[in-house]
């Protein structure tokens, strides 16, 4: 079955970083976009960042644009977000998304960011 499995989550003080990474399996990883979304408490989820089924375009959201990278291993079904310069603002659940024009998406269950001294 469709599996998406993040990890990499964790405590870090302000100003350190993060690697989350976003196993897939059960659906034919290369051919979906892939995305990152986090939702903090009391927020609705949102969008930030996502990278085409090649690996060869990205985009990350401005707040985090010169902070967080998305990049994929289609090799490994994996897809990661290096986040570097947290703040606490950026304290949230992170989910990856996988996506692809006229199919069902599919979400993975989470992992826990926490950005605090």
């Known amino acids: 079955q469709v599996q998406l499995v993040e990890s990499g989550g964790g405590l870090v003080q302000p100003g350190g970083s993060l690697r989350l990474s976003c196993a897939a399996s059960?659906?034919?990883?290369?051919?979906?976009?892939m995305f990152w979304y986090r939702q903090a408490p009391g927020k609705e989820r949102e969008l930030v960042a996502g990278?085409?089924?090649?690996?060869?375009?990205?985009d990350v959201v401005d707040p985090v644009k010169d902070r967080f990278t998305i990049s994929r291993d289609n090799a490994k079904n994996m897809v990661y977000l290096q986040m570097n310069s947290l703040k606490p603002e950026d304290t949230a659940v992170y989910y990856c998304?996988?996506?692809?024009?006229?199919?069902?998406?599919?979400w993975g269950q989470g992992t826990q960011v926490t950005v605090s001294s």
């Open positions: 998304k996988a996506a692809r024009w006229g199919y069902e998406d599919y």
């Open positions: 059960g659906f034919t990883f290369s051919s979906y976009y």
């Open positions: 990278i085409s089924s090649s690996g060869g375009t990205t």
